[in-house]
Nanobody, 124 residues
């Protein structure tokens, strides 16, 4: 497992942008697949985007074209650039890491390292 610390959440108006960051204690085999999830109280955790060890990205349909996942291996940091934000994007956002390839997709149980979360609130 690795330590993950998110930052960058906040409150914005619809149409605005935010960039989330997730600093890992290290990029190792434990971070072979990294992802962003989000959760609203009372609902299941939802996968937003993941990125492979080689930089290939996948996005949930709800965010495709608006969000971009990236990582900087030199800084051991994962990012989520969120543009054209909508009120329905409001949630606690978590970064996660899995010690395997991204065949795990958005199966949260396959990720064994999680950050504490950062809140995103989008007002209409």
């Amino acid at each position: 497992q690795v330590q993950l610390v998110e930052s960058g959440g906040g409150s914005v108006q619809a149409g605005g942008s935010l960039r989330l960051s997730c600093v890992a204690s290290a990029f190792t085999y434990s971070t072979s697949c990294m992802a962003w999830f989000r959760q609203v109280p009372g609902k299941e955790r939802e996968g937003v985007a993941y990125i492979t060890n080689y930089g290939a990205a996948n996005y949930a349909d709800s965010v495709k074209g608006r969000f971009t996942i990236s990582k900087d291996s030199a800084k051991a940091t994962l990012y989520l650039q969120m543009n054209s934000l909508k009120p329905e994007d409001s949630a606690m956002y978590y970064c996660a890491a899995a010690p395997t390839t991204c065949w795990v997709g958005y199966d949260s149980q396959r990720y064994n390292s999680w950050g504490q979360g950062t809140q995103v609130t989008v007002s209409s």
